[in-house]
């Protein structure tokens, strides 16, 4: 029921122009449900949102590769896949530097906002959680940041491009902007909200590259399995802890199952229609999961977590601005 009223909500214009999607609105939604008496039916209702936030979430993974293809690749060239992986790493690895040691936030809370602010917003935070073992109230916080600034770029970033008409900072085309945008903006609503003020090729682009970062999702979620593991096994080392099993590798299965199906969307085997349908219950599928997740998050917990993580989220974003602008004018050059 939340997920049917979050995604008919994010068909209203009002909406859809400030870039909530329906991801965002069942969160939201699903907080106000599980702190305004969900408790009296939790008892019931627990094992399904259990089933929502673990199972369908991982099932929703996987078949969100079904909006990707590796012809996608192509459209941007060798510049923007390489603009995408730099704009990652160094965002992701200024998230573990800032976030564990200038914010002594806790690791799980630094590496999901690192993965929301670097791949694709809330849907790259439900993606890692598994691999994190993350608290419901940890994934709410980093979720909670995503929708902040990315409402925020949605609003700044046609400032910017207008100022850098005047200024000519960075290279001024549409095209250009939607790189720039695709490369550095949170969530693919947002993308297509910020490049869309432009032109109709700038949003093209845009999320032509914002595809692109979120095909990076599933090697970054198989290389912080391993990082995680290694850690784990360091940490029970050091600690005398027993050697045998210390950091098992935990393998996410569904990262394997997204790229197998970015793989089949890529030959065009299956007819737009059925594409279509699958995308509409992959909807579904996670909006679900992020209403569950909102039900299981209860306000004392965000209120605990403090302003620290929101600050640390806001060096994150000033990063993407800045950094992402300088990674995009360097490469663009060295590729003209």
Known sequence: ?????????????????????ALTLAIIIGMLVGNLGYRRIA??????????????????IILYGFRLTFQDIGHVGLSGVLIDALVLCSTFGMALLLGTRLFKLDRNTAML???GSSICGAAAVMATEP????????????????????????????????????????ASSPLAYGIYTGSTVHEVA?????????????????????????????????LLSAYVAKKSAGAKNAGGAEKHGAGRLAIPWFAFGFVAVVALNS???????????????????????????????HFSSIRTAGIKPLLFAACLFGWLIVAGAAINTVVLRLFA
């Open 1 to 21: 029921m939340i997920a049917a009223a979050a995604i008919a909500a994010a068909k209203i214009d009002w909406l859809q122009a400030h870039g909530f999607s």
């Open 267 to 297: 030959l065009a085997l299956l007819p737009h229609t059925l594409v279509a349908q699958v995308n509409d219950a992959d909807n579904v599928l996670l909006a679900m999961a992020m209403a569950a997740l909102g039900i299981s998050t």
């Open 113 to 115: 906002i690192g993965a």
């Open 190 to 222: 947002q993308v297509v909200a910020a490049a869309r003020a432009i032109s109709p090729d700038a949003a093209n682009t845009a999320v032509i590259t914002k595809m692109v970062r979120v095909m990076m999702l599933a090697p970054f979620l198989m």
């Open 43 to 60: 008892p019931a209702c627990g094992p399904g949102v259990n089933f929502s936030k673990q199972n369908l979430l991982r099932l929703g």
């Open 131 to 170: 691999v994190l073992r993350a608290q419901p109230a940890q994934v709410t916080v980093a979720v909670a940041t995503v929708v902040v600034f990315g409402s925020l770029a949605i609003f700044l970033y046609p400032l910017l491009y207008q100022l850098n008409l005047h200024w000519q900072f960075l």
